[in-house]
């Protein structure tokens, strides 16, 4: 039935008819744990009465106008996620993609402004961007770009959570107009950089006229128990891009800006035909609602803290694991070996996990998971991994 499907991805063999919190259901009416929620998107877990009532009630008022005319749900929207960022404008989009090409375009026309004509992003070495064609170029992954050169022109890479190389990048070369920076790397294996290096990262773009950039689109919305991942400092980007958890499973993203980025795009400069519709700000509006009300963000920094501490525990003799790492409710196990076997063994189990590059167990799970659940994922991936390890030192 998939033939007339490109083969962009090798799927896994089940297929998913029902969710309800951190349970899906397949075909045949097996239980699955989901403890990776549409690789962060469901962050309110699967069929949230309030995301449901809110996109039905809004299906059956109005689903599209254009951005042709006022859309009082993107204003508001835009009001909650300012308030929420310390932001001060927002450009709504349908993917993480475009919020990061949105911010790239904010970033080159800054630097017209300027009167740099050659305008460079610094970015980092295993980031991941998206699959446009600039985001793949800002991507720092060559399994992501290779077949599709020509890349885009415009960007300097540097190590991730490496301030000298940054400082480096500004004292060599006059063009840079800002750095684009996940504040932990998901897709590059759960990275957490030193404490201090968004700081330096400000320091360094306050010095030298640059913009502070944030990719936030795996990392914000909670997931990491505050907000935006740049909470846990002090330091306020300029530029900020969400998307995968806003709408819950809705497509929606969105690039938020303030101070001198905030008025960057003007009329004509940039646009989207569905970004923001009524029935994606309907989505995200249910969503900062319940972030809100239900305190999730600080609820995902606790069962986050006892998941890290519960994987250290389980795992702590185990050799072959070679660190375990997270930031709230983004967590990494790595290995000392490639281990996407691991994914299916799971599924078999009726577990969802992710393996990110090739060694590092990823779970993600929605951040309304209970203690009592978190303690599920905590002894099933830990036995899993021993398993793994196990048999490998044996056979
Ligand atoms: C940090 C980051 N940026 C950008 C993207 C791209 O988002 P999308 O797939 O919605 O275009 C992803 C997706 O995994 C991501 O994790």
Redesign the pocket.
Known sequence: MADHLMSTYNRLPVKFERGEGIWLWDTEQRQYLDALAG??VCGLGHAHPAVTQAICTQAARLVHTSNLYGITLQEQLADRLCSAAGMERVFFT???????EAAIKIARRFGHGKGINSPAIIVMQN??????LA?LTA?GNRKVQAGFEPLVRGFLRVPYNDIAAIRTVAETTGDVVAVLV?PV???GGINVPDTGYLDGIRRLCDANDWLMML?????GMGRTGKWFAFQHGDSVPDVV?I??SLGNGV?I?ACLARDKAAGVLQPGSHGTTFGGNPLACSAGLAVVDTLEKDRLPAHAAAVGELMLTGLRAALSDVAGVTDIRGVGLMIGIELDRPCGELVNRALDEGLLINVTAESVVRLLPPLIITDRQAGIVIDRVSELVREFLGEQAHG
Do not use: C, L, M, V
Request: aromatic share 4%.
């Open positions: 690789i962060a349908n993917s993480g993609a475009e919020s990061n980031s991941f961007h998206g699959r446009t985001t991507t996940e790397q998901g897709e990719d936030e689109i795996q990392t891009t998307a995968k497509p993203g």
